[in-house]
């Protein structure tokens, strides 16, 4: 069963309703035997690093996340702020994010034109092979963003999709089992939804 | 590059998808499952619902409507009507809804707009300006209570000062503009969209593809909001896009 990772940040059901249509079963969930016994991991999340942060403590995630993910290797993919919590740290917050990826979290410096959050549809270009991709390499895929911080990472081969805006960023990192998505695949109508597909079916 | 976003908006009446002219007569178009369900087919890079009595009729919003609407829609989803709390959004956030629009809470009580932010975070938080040109044809003024109400406020004052206070978009609609077809209100547009710098959505007066257009290139809209056009079946969302691309607007396709 896949889990949805519940912190109580952000719009959990959007993801499952989408999960659902694609024909899978999923829990929203913060139960540790429950993550425990999971096939694989959602860790989704809209607002804050540092409340992101608190509340994976408070809950008691941290070691069960590190012990499922990094010992026993199993596929996680972390939506927006679930993305960045994935990294070392954050520039938006002083706690330590997860570091399961060799990676840290920026604020957008960019020139006056660009607004701030990046906001909308934007294209996310694949710079390597992945099975996330698959039936989607021979079309312009867009989804859609909402942020203010993107994800930095330190070792290019990390690097699975970049977006231009105003400058180019990571909208997706892969490291083995290691998934982050800067953009929101359950908001993203068809493009989101053979994402998932693919996370859910390919991992 | 981020593309320029096509809206649907439904205006909402007692349960019923219904469209205004100048903000009175109000005629009905009809089932919102069924039309969030058509617009989502053809392209919509976001839907807005707006229910239209809640404010002026003191009702709550319509979160029973939105929890029937989320678990098939698959775009994010903006609501406004009756929004006064921070509860009420937590109750239309919990039955799946993405941004919220307020309008006449908002200009009540400014600090809502930080409330809301710091819990949700400013791409929440759409602040709706309902504009009308003031009798001096020098600048605009901001309604309330679904454009009954003559607040006073400057428009390009408020836009600022909403941007300021943590809001992540701004709604622009033209009462003057509003079901006439003659094109959204270019000057006004162009007035909020140089001064803030949080995304601008043009509403009010579509009637022409040159219309959608406009808005982009001249009034340096983000997104555009389409409702009578859409809903009495002139152009598609597809047609639309097609068009703009060819103007050499960035679109999603």
């Known amino acids: 069963m896949l889990v949805i990772i519940n912190y109580n940040l952000g719009n959990l059901k959007s993801i499952q309703n989408m999960i659902r249509k694609i024909g899978f079963e999923s829990k929203i969930t913060n139960n540790i035997e429950e993550i425990r016994g999971a096939t694989k991991l959602i860790l989704p999340g809209v607002g804050a690093f540092d409340n992101g942060m608190h509340n994976l403590k408070e809950l008691g995630l941290i070691s069960v996340l590190e012990k499922e993910i990094l010992e026993n290797k199993k596929p996680i993919l972390g939506i927006c702020l679930g993305m960045q919590l994935l990294t070392k740290k954050s520039e938006e917050g002083t706690l330590s994010g997860l570091g399961f990826i060799d990676a840290e979290t920026k604020l957008f410096k960019l020139e006056n034109t660009y607004k701030i ?87 | ?78 609501v406004g009507g009756g929004i006064r709390s921070l509860d009420d959004v937590h109750a239309l956030m919990d039955a799946g809804t993405d941004k919220v629009a307020i309008c006449s809470a908002a200009l009540e009580n400014p600090a809502l707009i ?38 006073g406020i400057d428009v390009l004052t408020w836009a600022q000062e909403a941007e300021a206070r943590g809001a992540g978009e701004i709604l622009l609609n033209s009462i003057d503009a509003d079901g006439t077809g003659k094109g959204y209100d270019i000057k006004l547009l162009k007035a909020v969209s140089t001064r803030v710098h949080i995304p601008v959505i043009a509403s009010s007066g579509a009637g022409t593809l040159a219309h959608i257009r406009d808005a982009f290139s001249v009034g340096h809209a983000d997104a555009v909001l389409i409702a009578g056009m859409l809903h009495r079946r002139e152009t598609t969302i597809q047609a639309i896009k097609q068009f703009l691309l060819e103007e050499g607007v960035t679109v999603r396709c």
């Open chain 2, 114 to 151: 930080t409330t809301i932010a710091k819990q949700y975070g400013s791409q929440c938080v759409v602040v709706s300006i309902d504009a009308k040109q003031d009798t001096t044809r020098k600048t605009w003024l901001c309604f309330s209570h679904g454009g009954r109400t003559n607040t």
């Open chain 2, 1 to 78: 590059m981020t593309a320029k976003r096509i809206i649907p908006c439904l205006d909402i009446a007692n349960g019923t998808v219904v469209k205004g002219n100048q903000y009175r007569a109000l005629t009905p178009i009809g089932d919102p499952l069924k039309l969030v369900r058509r617009y989502e087919q053809d392209g919509a890079d976001e839907i807005i619902l707006l229910d239209i009595l809640a404010t002026p009729d003191a009702q709550t919003p319509m979160t029973d409507l939105i929890r029937l609407l989320t678990p098939s829609t698959f775009i994010p989803i903006c």
């Open chain 1, 117 to 203: 959050p990046h906001m909308g549809w934007n294209t996310a270009k694949p710079i390597k092979k992945s099975k996330l991709f698959s039936e989607m390499e021979n079309q312009e895929n867009r989804f859609y963003f909402v942020h203010s911080y993107y994800v930095d990472c330190s070792n290019t081969d990390d690097i699975l999709t970049v977006t231009k805006y105003g400058t180019e960023f990571v909208s997706m990192f892969e490291h083995e089992n290691i998934i982050g998505a800067q953009f929101h695949p359950e908001k993203s109508h068809k493009f989101g939804m053979q994402l998932l597909k693919n996370f859910l079916e390919n991992y």
